[in-house]
């Protein structure tokens, strides 16, 4: 198998990069601090044609390969990793919706998300319902004619900007269905505040109160027809996953740069402490482990885009992999730039909270770890 990027990949990818070195390299630290408008970040890059690659052409995108949402994912976290997690949301239910929505659901929502009037938003957390999904508590019942929803989901991403979300629900037969819901203000609807975290901080998670607030009457996805929820919530998990992978790829890439281009010019007894085989040591240690979790990621990304029946544990093996290559290698590099790495003015500080978030983000290691095994099937 060819593992290098094609020449249009590579352009792509280019294309990506120049983005963000213009729209997003100068603006990073303020995303990161919540002092810039999300919502018009967004529309930015939505009007540059960046939030439907993957999606039909027919729909308003550009019918391009899943990689090249897994490249952009990366271009974009080598300046600011937050954005991975909003993209994580949005594209997943863009290609969810690809896969399972009724061709009506596909003309409402599809051209919405691919031109960025909306962001991709999914409710699946409760207080009970975390990575064991099933558990949900949110119910949609029938009252007078009308889909009534009703439930608090927590840690929904994008939620304070996005106009659509697709919810996690029971049904009154208590089956799990995925339900376009409607964001607009409501007195059926609270949406919080943004929470406050460790890392990721520009993309914002809030909870969700729903109280008896009404759905369209073909609101489930797939209108009951073909697979169920399980699989449907699966597959956008693993959507969302490989491009946390991504987001850690870019985190990793930036660390490495910002560690050399500080061991070159760092000067301690008398020359550069790049010279230093212990600093070499580290350097050559990012640098394989992040081509390694690349290499990971990329192929999750081709066996999505194949078809392969291995793209979930692919997913859940690059997501294991890069985002626990992010955490420990964003240290090791921290640890050569020294004091200077620790302050808040520098961006190691910032990707290193990040990187710890990433293994918790869209479900923790310990659950891709779990799925690995459930592949391999000796839990059976």
């Known amino acids: 198998m060819n593992t290098l990027l094609s020449s ?6 280019a294309q990506y990069t120049a983005f963000a070195v213009e ?4 603006i990073a630290k303020a995303l990161d601090e919540r002092k810039v408008n ?6 930015k890059v939505g009007h540059a044609s960046l939030l439907g690659l ?3 052409k027919e729909y308003g995108g550009h ?4 990689m090249n949402a897994v490249l952009l994912t990366e271009a974009f976290s080598e300046y600011e990793p937050g954005t991975s997690l909003s993209l994580a949301s949005h594209i997943a239910v863009s290609e969810v919706l ?3 929505g009724t061709a009506a659901q596909k003309s409402r929502y599809l051209p919405l998300l691919a031109r960025g009037e909306t962001l991709g938003t999914l409710a699946i957390a409760e207080e009970q319902a975390g990575s064991d999904f099933k558990a949900v508590g949110s119910k949609v019942v029938s009252e007078g004619g009308k889909l009534l929803l009703t439930g608090k989901k927590l840690w929904v991403v994008n939620a304070d900007i996005a106009s659509t979300c697709l919810v996690l ?8 269905g995925l339900y376009f819901v409607d964001l607009a203000p409501a007195s059926t609807l609270e949406i919080s505040a943004d929470r406050p975290k460790l890392g990721l901080r520009s993309a914002s998670t809030n909870n969700v109160q729903f109280t008896n607030h009404p759905l369209h009457a073909e609101a489930l996805l797939g209108g009951g027809e073909g697979d169920g929820a399980e699989k449907q919530m699966q597959f956008a998990l693993d959507i969302a996953k490989t491009l946390i992978a991504a987001g850690a790829l870019g985190l990793t890439e930036s660390s490495l740069v910002l560690a050399s281009e500080h061991a070159r010019k760092r000067e301690q007894f008398g020359a550069p402490i790049a010279q230093l085989q212990a600093i070499q040591w580290k350097l050559a240690d990012i640098s394989t482990e992040m081509r390694a979790a690349r290499l990971m990621t990329y192929r999750a990304a081709w066996a999505k885009d194949e078809g392969i029946a291995d793209f979930r544990k692919d997913a859940a093996m690059c997501k294991a992999l890069a985002t626990k290559v992010a955490r420990v290698q964003s240290a090791e590099a921290l640890q050569v730039l020294g004091a200077i790495g620790l302050t808040t003015d520098h961006p190691l500080e910032r990707f290193y ?11 923790t290691s310990e659950i891709q770890k779990q799925l690995i095994a459930n592949e391999l099937g000796v839990t059976k």
């Open 8 to 13: 249009a990949q590579e352009a792509a990818k």
């Open 23 to 26: 729209h997003i390299a100068p």
């Open 38 to 43: 999300f919502s018009e970040f967004w529309s």
């Open 54 to 56: 993957s999606v039909p």
């Open 63 to 66: 019918s391009l390969p899943f």
């Open 98 to 100: 690809g896969k399972y």
């Open 169 to 176: 629900a029971l049904n009154e037969a208590d089956e799990l």
């Open 353 to 363: 909270r990040d990187a710890k978030v990433m293994e918790i983000a869209e479900e």
